[in-house]
């Protein structure tokens, strides 16, 4: 199934100290975590981009996703959260709320001497958020390469994610976009190529989004 949702994990850290967080851990947990101790890394937390199954863990279409409870079981780490996206995290995984620290946007995650930034992009989620890292972006589902997440899922909002296309779109050239998933040939790309190439950049104006993009 994982290969099927083509998603994507990353390990973001500091090799100086050694430590290291782990993006939208859903599956194969014990291999990501094998992955990160192989290169000499450890995990001290997970930076969840929403609260979907295939991002986070829990039930989707007839599956079980291990996911953040199974990494828990293991390792007493924190999961960064948005904090708009606490009920709908706790309803799909079943952790307890002690396991989540909440974010408001703009805020810095430290890990050793790395910097991550979460930005907060509801539209696909109430509380999708993005991390901004080192001249990287890894966007989740709010935008990938070629399209943007889906805004027809409960707690999406179309407006919304103009709105958080629009402020990404703002970000340097020459940041690399790490999408949550591979819904197109290369795994990553620089900012000016996206803007100029993905189709949800084409309207420059709310109402013609809304026109293109918007719901019955």
């Known amino acids: 199934m994982a290969t099927q949702m083509v998603n994507f994990s990353y390990l973001l850290g500091d090799r100086d100290t050694g430590e290291c967080v782990v993006v939208d851990p859903a599956y194969a947990v ?44 293991n390792y007493d780490v924190p999961i960064h959260v948005n904090k708009h996206e606490v009920p709908w995290v706790l309803k799909t995984t079943g952790v307890s709320e002690d396991s989540l620290v909440a974010h408001d946007s703009g805020d810095v995650v430290k890990v050793g001497n790395l910097s991550i930034e979460c930005l907060h992009t509801p539209g696909h989620t109430p509380g999708s958020q993005c991390f901004l890292t080192n001249g990287c ?3 989740g589902d709010t935008l990938f390469l070629d399209g943007c997440g889906r805004t027809d899922l409960p707690g999406s909002n179309v407006a ?28 990553a790309a620089r900012m000016s190529d996206v803007r100029d190439l993905n189709y949800v950049f084409k309207p420059k104006t709310k109402e013609a989004w809304m026109m293109m993009f918007g719901h019955d």
């Open 137 to 139: 972006l890894v966007s």
């Open 160 to 187: 919304d994610m103009y709105d958080s296309l629009t402020r990404l779109a703002s970000l340097p050239d020459s940041t690399i976009v790490l999408p949550g998933h591979r819904y197109s040939e290369p795994p």
């Open 30 to 73: 014990q291999q990501l975590v094998d992955i990160a101790e192989n290169d000499g890394m450890r995990i001290t937390g997970v930076m969840a981009s929403h609260y979907h199954a295939d991002h986070v863990g829990g039930s989707m279409m007839g599956h079980t996703i291990e996911g953040i409870t199974t990494l828990l079981k």
